[in-house]
């Protein structure tokens, strides 16, 4: 099984950026994808970004532009970059992965609060 933990979660101004992280551990062999999703309040998770072992990355049309996957895959890390945060990027953030047993795998989630 994997275990996933993500960081940099926080409070940030409109416009401001933040970075979060999330470090796989356990059977992390089987990992093809990472990503992130977020949830707003009373609103269903929704798919940010995904990236692939070799590097392929997609967005949702919503954080184009203003996000940036990306991986480390000698530390078995994925990062999401959020630049020009606007209130509405508000939600739970959960880092995921693709692959293993069972096939996904959920972070805890860290919340963002994007506010004046």
């Known amino acids: 099984q994997v275990q996933l933990v993500e960081s940099g979660g926080g409070a940030v101004q409109p416009g401001g950026y933040l970075r979060l992280s999330c470090a796989a551990s356990?059977?992390?062999?089987?990992?093809?994808?990472m990503g992130w999703y977020r949830q707003a309040p009373g609103k269903q998770r929704t798919l940010v970004a995904r990236i692939t072992k070799t590097d392929i990355a997609n967005y949702a049309d919503f954080v184009k532009g203003r996000f940036t996957i990306s991986r480390d895959n000698a530390k078995n890390t994925v990062y999401l970059q959020m630049n020009s945060l606007k209130p509405e990027d508000t939600a739970v953030y959960y880092c995921y992965s693709e692959g293993g047993v069972p096939i996904v795998n959920w972070g805890q989630g860290t919340q963002v609060t994007v506010s004046s």
């Open positions: 356990g059977s992390t062999f089987y990992i093809y994808a």
